[in-house]
């Protein structure tokens, strides 16, 4: 039997998670995602800044999509938008039912993903923004963060 075609869908969202509140809140989520994931074959990368969230998923068209269905109703987030949905080759995060990334820590000017966000619709495209997230996640795993 031939594989399932693999899909990427990129979104951002504001949160509605208060922010002392945030960080219990997110290891919920990854909890939670990490085991479902790997039982639906999903891999991807979520980032969290300032009250704004955005996530790389990648599977089957029904993985995927089904994963977004709930992640639309899911009251932690409002404003979600789509930045790309692609068929893809390959997977990005391969090796990460869900790797997690505070953009908080790793920039300097504690730009906030809004703003990446803003930014990266006017001049990336969302396979710019997977390879910069992959590099990012690759660097925290080889300092072993």
């Keep these: 039997m ?9 979104y951002i969202s504001r949160s509605t998670i208060d922010p002392p509140c945030l960080a219990g809140e997110v290891d919920r989520i990854l909890g939670t995602s990490r085991v479902s ?7 991807g990368i979520l980032l969290a800044s300032r009250g704004h969230f955005c996530q790389v998923i990648e599977g089957t ?3 995927v999509e089904r994963l977004f269905e709930t992640i639309q109703r899911d009251p932690r987030h409002r404003d979600i938008a789509v930045m790309e949905f692609v068929p893809v080759p390959k997977r990005v995060f391969d090796h990460w039912e869900m790797a997690f990334l505070d953009i908080d820590c790793l920039t300097s000017d504690r730009e906030s993903l809004g703003r990446l966000a803003a930014a990266a619709s006017l001049s990336l495209s969302g396979r710019s923004m997977v390879d910069a997230f992959a590099r990012l996640t690759h660097q925290r795993a080889a300092f072993g963060d």
């Design 61 to 63: 068209l029904t993985h």
């Design 2 to 10: 031939p594989t399932p075609p693999l899909y990427r869908l990129i």
């Design 37 to 43: 994931n790997h039982l639906a074959a999903i891999s």
